[in-house]
C-alpha cells in the first residue's frame, strides 16, 4: 500500500529531510524514503487541498489514470470546475498527469501529519 503523508513543516525543515534522505541514499541504505508533500503553513494547504480538492483526490485514491472527464463524472461536478481545481492539483504536485493521458493520484491512501500548538 502507497501513503501520500502531507505535512506541514518549514522550508527548513523540508531542506533537513532531503539532506537526510540524500546521505542516506550515497551511504548505500535505500530504506527511509516515503512519499511526502510538504505544506509551510496550514492557511497554505487549505488553499491547495480545499474540501472540493480534497473530494478529487479521495475520488481519485487508488483508482489509476483517469480522463479528465471521468473524475469530473465521479465526484459530480462539471467538467470545467473540474479543469480548473485538477490544474490547480497538478501545479502542487499532488496529482500528476498520467502518461496515457489523463490524470492520476498514484496513491492508495493519505495521511495527514501535522501539530497544533499555542501561539505563545
Known amino acids: 500500500m502507497t501513503t501520500l503523508k502531507v505535512k506541514i513543516e518549514s522550508l527548513d525543515q523540508t ?71 485538477l490544474e490547480t492539483l497538478l501545479k502542487s504536485g499532488v496529482i500528476d498527469k498520467a502518461e496515457e493521458g489523463g490524470v492520476i493520484f498514484p496513491y492508495d491512501r493519505i495521511h495527514f501529519e501535522f501539530e497544533i500548538k499555542s501561539a505563545a
Open 15 to 85: 531542506m533537513a529531510t532531503v539532506a537526510d534522505l540524500l546521505k542516506a541514499a550515497k551511504a548505500g541504505d535505500a530504506t527511509g524514503g516515503e512519499f511526502s508533500l510538504s505544506f509551510p503553513s496550514w492557511e497554505t494547504m487549505h488553499k491547495v487541498l480545499t474540501p472540493k480538492r480534497l473530494e478529487i483526490v479521495t475520488a481519485m485514491t487508488g483508482q489509476g489514470a483517469m480522463p479528465m472527464r471521468e473524475v469530473a463524472r465521479r465526484v459530480g461536478r462539471d467538467f470545467k470546475a473540474i479543469h480548473a481545481d
